[in-house]
């Protein structure tokens, strides 16, 4: 097969999948989607980089990190156009890009979240805070590896930061504060209908945040099996073939924080000593095979 890896920054876990592809004797490309321009024209959609038409590739793996999703998700968007099979369609990295579509969707999938309220400018911000309690966490709607996101432990700190993000002409999340798992929280990498690795995420410093991009440590931990459903069950609810599932566990339950379109593998590869990379790889065999056997069907 020939695969193309679209990436802005080519590190780890693009050269990881590269190694595994090339072991499983497909070809690979590497394409920094920034430098991508698409043409659109009658049923001719085509994608250029560097001076050449993109075309012929049985799979692309999306690896559109924060920062440029929009350009990214349209680039991925182009290649679906053209058949091109990928595990992460553009309309589910962007919609796992956004916070509060993510928590809709989650919620509606009746997945376990925390309690969370969507604001931006409101004079009612008493009530606000009675609705979910101190301490409580808020964020950033476009927050991301722990930026933008602060722990206020009074309503009194929560009213100075709502107060800011209110001069910002800012959207931010209002969110419920798990104290049974305050720094901690568990990475569940899932493929297809598998989780294939997970890790517990543990801060550094007493800090709230259990981002890896924190400073936080990772180690291998095993899932129970509500745990691996749930983490399933946010993957479909996405739409999301391989992604990060972000969960914590708390009294009534795991509840999922976040999903992560574009995980990395560097953490849970050296935490786990999975070859995560291979299984995307396989996942990636197997269902490219079936998109083109069902495009040749169709011509």
């Known amino acids: 097969m020939k695969i193309g890896i679209v990436t802005r920054v080519p590190g780890y ?10 072991a499983r004797g497909h070809t690979v490309e590497t394409i920094r989607f920034p430098e991508c321009y698409v043409e659109i024209q009658q049923d001719k959609p085509s994608v250029h980089y560097r001076g050449k038409d993109l075309n012929g ?3 692309i793996i999306p690896r559109v990190l924060p920062g440029m999703t929009n350009y990214g ?6 290649f679906e156009m053209m058949g091109t099979y990928t595990p992460a ?10 916070k509060l579509r993510s928590l809709q969707l989650l919620s509606k999938a009746k997945v376990g979240i925390p309690k969370t309220i969507f604001s931006r400018e409101t004079p009612d911000v ?9 301490p409580v966490i808020i964020k950033l709607a476009s927050s991301t590896q722990g930026n ?6 009074t309503k009194k700190a929560a009213k100075s930061v ?17 104290e049974e798992s305050a ?34 440590t990772g180690t291998v931990i095993k899932l129970s099996e509500e745990e691996r459903k749930v983490a399933i069950r946010a993957a479909k609810a996405m739409g999301l073939a391989i992604c990060g599932v972000d969960l914590m566990r708390s009294s009534r339950g795991p509840l999922v924080l976040e999903v992560n379109s574009a995980p990395g593998l560097e953490g849970i590869e050296s935490a786990t000593g999975r070859n995560v990379a291979g299984k995307i790889i396989e996942y990636i065999e197997r269902n490219a095979k079936r998109n083109n056997k069902k495009d040749k069907v169709g011509a």
């Open 13 to 22: 876990t693009v050269r990881r999948l590269r190694e595994e592809a090339i």
């Open 57 to 59: 590739f049985d799979a």
């Open 73 to 78: 998700a349209a680039i991925v968007r182009q």
């Open 89 to 98: 369609k553009s309309i589910a990295i962007t919609r796992s890009r956004d």
């Open 126 to 134: 008493d009530h606000l805070l009675d609705q979910v309690g101190t």
């Open 148 to 153: 933008g996101v602060v722990l206020a432990e």
């Open 162 to 178: 709502i107060q800011a993000f209110y001069v910002n002409d800012t959207s931010f999340l209002i969110q419920e504060f798990i």
């Open 183 to 216: 720094g901690v929280d568990i990475r569940a990498f899932v493929v297809g209908n598998q989780v294939v690795a997970s890790m517990q995420r543990q801060s550094l410093d007493d800090d709230f945040r259990s981002n890896i991009h924190q400073g936080g």
